[in-house]
């Protein structure tokens, strides 16, 4: 049975940052491409950052490139994404995604399992 954890989301103001983490069981982080989504309220989900292959390999949706950098430890088993000058358009739900190898990187369809969420919320 593979889950997915995710924690460290929280408060923070414009331009400061948080590092999420999402914490696998059941499951080796090396074999599948993960990522990580957000959601808005109103809003569809939508992939802002991938990692594929041990690190060898990345992808960031525009709207976060330069901003934030997903990284995982196979090691521990976990992913994160360091989320650096944030933006009130930022605050949403964050969630991390297993999956495999096929589809869009940014494609909900394309990730079999899906943690519980953290919530991201940045005032102005």
């Known amino acids: 049975q593979v889950q997915l954890v995710e924690s460290g989301g929280g408060s923070v103001q414009a331009g400061g940052s948080l590092r999420l983490s999402c914490a696998a069981s059941g499951y080796i982080y090396s074999r599948y491409r993960m990522g990580w989504f957000r959601q808005a309220p109103g809003k569809e989900r939508e992939g802002i950052a991938a990692i594929f292959s041990a690190g060898s390999t990345t992808w960031y949706a525009d709207s976060v490139k330069g901003r934030f950098t997903i990284s995982q430890d196979n090691a521990k088993n976990t992913l994160y994404l360091q989320m650096n000058s944030l933006k009130p358009e930022d605050s949403a739900m964050y969630y991390c995604?297993?999956?495999?190898?096929?589809?869009?990187?940014?494609?909900?369809?394309?990730?079999?399992?899906w943690g519980q969420g953290t919530q991201v919320t940045v005032s102005s």
């Open positions: 995604a297993a999956g495999g190898y096929g589809g869009s990187w940014r494609a909900v369809l394309s990730y079999n399992y």
